[in-house]
């Protein structure tokens, strides 16, 4: 296994940091960690809601076909 193919960071946002952590700021990095983390936890998230809302709407097209008292 190659070493270089583990790091997936563009070379732009490594600059960036490797430049900023040289002269003294660390807050880049953490900024970047957080927008990082916010594009990973979006898409699930999005997933979550849209089940959610789906389950929802079934749940109640379900109650409404129910005939009490009927067998099937």
Same mark, same amino acid.
């Given at each position: 296994?190659? *070493?270089?193919?583990?790091?997936?960071?563009?070379?732009?946002?490594?600059?960036?940091?490797?430049?900023? *952590?040289?002269?003294?700021?660390?807050?880049? &990095?953490?900024?970047?960690?957080? &927008?990082?983390?916010? $594009?990973?936890?979006?898409?699930? $998230?999005?997933?979550? *809601?849209? &089940?959610?809302?789906?389950?929802?709407?079934?749940?109640?097209?379900?109650?409404?076909? *129910?005939?009490?008292?009927?067998?099937?």
């Amino acid at each position: 296994m190659n *070493v270089s193919s583990v790091y997936a960071q563009c070379a732009m946002c490594r600059a960036t940091v490797e430049n900023n *952590v040289s002269n003294g700021e660390t807050t880049i &990095g953490a900024g970047l960690n957080t &927008g990082i983390l916010y $594009l990973l936890v979006t898409p699930y $998230l999005l997933a979550m *809601v849209i &089940g959610f809302l789906w389950y929802r709407n079934a749940k109640k097209r379900r109650t409404k076909f *129910v005939f009490h008292g009927d067998k099937f």
